[in-house]
């Protein structure tokens, strides 16, 4: 019992937890999967055993459209870096977060269950592995700084975790956040550390964390996370040099600049090897090379976070609700900016610590550099040429949010570790100005989203109740309560998410359906590639079903099969891009009806589908002389139709 009693009196409470989750949850072969989604597809609403809380997510496609099927069907082939079932042959390691035997793959430790468990297993690895490691880190890195505050590490790593931005886009954001706060925490240790062991280490760990950051390879998200993460490495090492001299902070600098330099040529090092790749890819229509100009950003695009709770709403993802937030709740979803928001406080605590002799911050004043860039970046047309300096202008003004919610969280954690460093707090004067001023930012914010999507705001007053308790978090934080603040934060969170991934257990498999079967059975029979008429979950069933496939989501377009399908390049803007690519009979042109959603023309007696095609998935039979129906496959949901293609005449 003594042992229990330590543990739980202990900082290591939350680490052990969060460890055994990770291991029960491998174990048992859970994960926040919407794969249910793709089971739906064949059969309906019949009840799914493997759900065992909420719901899939028809929102998350990136998931159970695209990176589950496809890290299944990479296992089928032995994890290439070109699965020749894609496509005709498609590069994995862009774009896609699939696991390959290559180099790369050391940096993506959330892929290494491919390789040591069952697809089940590797897939629940992979779920959990990134969040954990953003929870820890965070919580790492607020009790270096503030020792024993245990209640306000844990809530500011629940407060980024649970926040409306990171849930909606888990698979996608959660690893720039993981390795963002893994990075920060080792910049801390590479200053503070005492022994040049320490220092080495820490290096190495800031080389690896912001390496794994950069490969990535989503500038969106990687270009602000880097530059907030410089801002906080170059704050603690000024630390340094005020406390142990210039010479002392210069050796750290020169580790923290090596570590760089290390991450930035690893990077180029990997563009180098697929500069192939990369051409292809910059040359889309979509998304192509990116150019974004400072200013003109709506500001209710990225100060809506105290509105997650409402993103729940059923009401709220009815079709058109939520276009003027970017179409669904992915798109709508943000982070109660608190750091940001309680800006006075950093401002006050700069003054305040000049002023009383023990020096102004440098972490707080390295933090206001990103704090004006951004803001530029979103609302000073004229600043353009320096946003294009910091590679802003590779950052859509709504993909900025992430790194928003980065900068608003280092802001929160070193205004508290400055607080107690001065030992004192603002009036209570200055904390109600900065609530109400917060307050009216935030109504203001509820009114214009209000106008835009009204079925989310549900008559305006929850809008404001929510803005009304944002205002009330800034001021408890202006006031020096930085727990009780970090605490409302993380409530909100979990109110805004605690269902939005489902638990499910196991992985949806198509080939143990009939669907799937039938599938199997014509490709052993005949071998060779399948298109779909579906919508884009057609080729996601046959991407899983391990078949050489047309019909899947493309990083980039190849010379296959266009040549044939477009030999005058005439369509080429439409099926230039990164895509799901639909057949349809009735098609005379290819389209893109949608900007990830490219429909092509299928003739059974045409040039593609005689050289390249075997079989046809549809969910009709399809009246095309060189189509012949080999098996109808009834399921609850829809029936399928297998087609052979056959010579004409």
């Known amino acids: 019992m003594t042992a229990v009693r330590r543990l739980l009196a202990s900082a290591w409470l939350l680490p052990a937890a969060v460890a055994g989750w990770l291991v029960t949850a491998v174990v048992l ?69 699939a696991p390959y035997a290559g180099w790369p793959t050391a940096f993506r430790p959330h892929l290494w269950g491919s390789w040591l468990f069952d697809p089940e297993r590797a897939l629940a690895l992979r779920w959990w592995l990134l969040p954990a490691l953003l929870l820890l880190s965070t919580y790492a890195l607020v009790l270096v700084l503030l020792p024993g505050r245990r209640l306000l590490a844990a809530a500011v790593g629940v407060g980024v975790l649970a926040a409306p931005f990171t849930q909606w886009w888990l698979s996608t954001a959660v690893a720039t956040l993981a390795w963002t706060a893994t990075a920060c925490l080792a910049a801390v240790g590479l200053a503070r550390s005492e022994r040049a062991r320490g220092v080495v280490l820490c290096a190495g760990g800031l080389a690896y964390s912001a390496t794994a950051l950069l490969l990535g390879v989503y500038p969106p998200f990687a270009v602000p996370a880097a530059l907030c993460t410089a801002a906080w490495t170059a704050g603690h090492l000024l630390v340094r040099r005020r406390e142990a001299g210039t010479r002392d902070a210069a050796v750290r600098a020169g580790a923290a600049l090596a570590a760089g330099l290390a991450a930035a040529g690893v990077l180029g090092a990997l563009l180098a090897t697929r500069a192939d790749v990369v051409r292809r890819i910059a040359g889309t229509d979509y998304p192509g090379e990116r150019s974004v100009a400072a200013g003109g950003a709506p500001v209710e695009r990225w100060l809506a976070g105290h509105l997650g709770p409402l993103l729940r709403r059923d009401d709220a993802v009815a079709p058109g609700a939520l276009e003027a937030l970017g179409g669904n709740q992915s798109e709508a979803s943000g982070y109660l900016l608190l750091g940001l928001l309680a800006l006075a406080l950093p ?3 700069l003054v305040r610590g000049r002023r009383s002799g023990r020096g102004a911050d440098p972490v707080l004043a390295a933090l206001l550099v990103p704090t004006a860039l951004f803001l530029a970046h979103l609302h000073v047309p004229p600043a353009t040429p320096l946003t294009r300096l910091v590679l802003l202008h590779l950052v859509p003004h709504e993909r ?27 009036s209570r004067q200055t904390a109600l100005g900065a609530a109400l001023a917060a307050g009216a930012l935030l109504a203001v914010v509820s009114v214009r989203v209000h106008d835009a999507a009204p079925a989310l705001t549900a ?20 006031r020096g309560r930085a727990t009780a603040a970090a605490v409302g934060l993380a409530a909100l969170g979990l109110a805004s998410t605690w269902d939005v991934n489902p638990l499910h257990r196991g992985l949806f498999d198509v080939r143990e359906t009939p669907l799937g079967q039938a599938v199997a059975a014509a490709q052993a029979d005949d071998p060779g590639a399948w298109v779909s008429t579906l919508p884009p979950y057609g080729g996601a069933l046959l991407v899983q079903a391990g078949v050489p496939t047309w019909s899947a989501p493309v990083a980039y377009p190849g010379d296959a099969p266009w040549d044939l399908l477009d030999p005058t390049g005439r369509d080429r803007p439409a099926w230039n891009r990164y895509a799901h690519v639909v057949f349809d009979p009735a098609a005379e042109r290819t389209t893109a009806p949608q900007a990830d959603v490219v429909v092509a023309p299928l003739d059974g007696c045409g040039a593609f589908t005689q050289a390249r095609v075997a079989h046809v998935l549809s969910d009709r039979v399809l009246e095309d002389p060189c189509l012949r129906v080999r098996e109808v496959v009834p399921l609850p949901r829809r029936t399928f139709v297998v087609h052979d293609v056959v010579r004409p005449g």
């Open 347 to 349: 401002v006050w605590l």
């Open 29 to 97: 072969r859970l994960s926040g999967s919407s794969t249910g989604e793709l089971r739906k597809q064949l059969y309906g609403t019949q009840p799914d055993p493997q759900l065992l809380l909420g719901r899939p997510r028809a929102v998350r496609s990136d998931e159970w459209l695209v990176t589950t099927p496809l890290t299944r069907a990479q296992a089928e082939v032995g994890f290439p870096q070109v699965n020749p079932r894609l496509a005709g042959g498609t590069d994995v390691s862009f774009v896609y977060d």
């Open 459 to 478: 008559g305006l007053l929850p809008a404001l109740l929510l803005a009304a308790g944002g205002a009330v978090l800034v001021g408890v934080l202006v």
């Open 400 to 426: 900025l949010q992430l790194g928003l919610g980065v900068l608003s969280t280092l802001l929160l954690v070193a205004s508290a570790a400055e607080l107690q460093r001065l030992g004192v707090r603002p």
